[in-house]
């Protein structure tokens, strides 16, 4: 919500004399304004910022078996270590606890990926945001959702994701929000198991005292 002043010349104010009004109004900061997003969804910190990342669903199975997932995060590109941040199945969900929460300096990368196990333990490929690849995307506030899962065209969306869907099929965040939509099975999209909807996590991007 914006912010802002606004002084009268209280000499002015008085009949007949049009008073001069000055006003100053403050907008939020979207989160353009802290983080360059690229074509693959990787982020560059703008500014000094607290991030928080925070698990808010996973829906991975195969028929009514439900698999686990893994998310990781790296901070600060190529050379740093990958931070294991997630792993479980739908019931180990907890979207009110972040699984990341930590400062993170101004022209710093932030790589996301995430992965799921298929029924013999073994697991499928890394899906992550370092390729072209629409097996991770991510969506700020007031952004349509992929055209390449059908899913969210048709309405088969998860529960936990439909607090962050609009009727006209488009994110529903904060200004300062990101929500990452993995695909963990299928590299196919368009088809019926191409739905973006495995793994989903919501990033924060907080202001710094």
Known sequence: MPVGTLNVNQA???????????????????????????????VTTKKRTRVQMRVVGVAFQSGPTHLPCAFWARIGGGGNAWQSLFYGKYDAVNP?????????EANTEIDFAARGRTAS???YSVRWSLDNTPTCMACKNGDAFPDVAPAYDQGSIESFLSGYVSDD????????????????????????AFDLQDVVVVVTFHDVD
């Open 169 to 192: 099929n488009r994110a529903v965040l904060g200004p300062r929000d990101l929500i990452y939509l993995f695909e963990c099975y299928s590299t196919t999209p368009g088809s019926r």
């Open 12 to 42: 002015m104010v008085r009949d007949g004399v049009k008073p001069q009004l000055d006003w100053n109004i403050s907008y939020p900061e979207t989160v353009t304004d802290i983080v360059d997003i690229d074509p693959r969804s990787k």
């Open 121 to 123: 333990g073994s697991w």
């Open 96 to 104: 009110d606890v972040p699984v990341f929460d930590e400062v993170v």
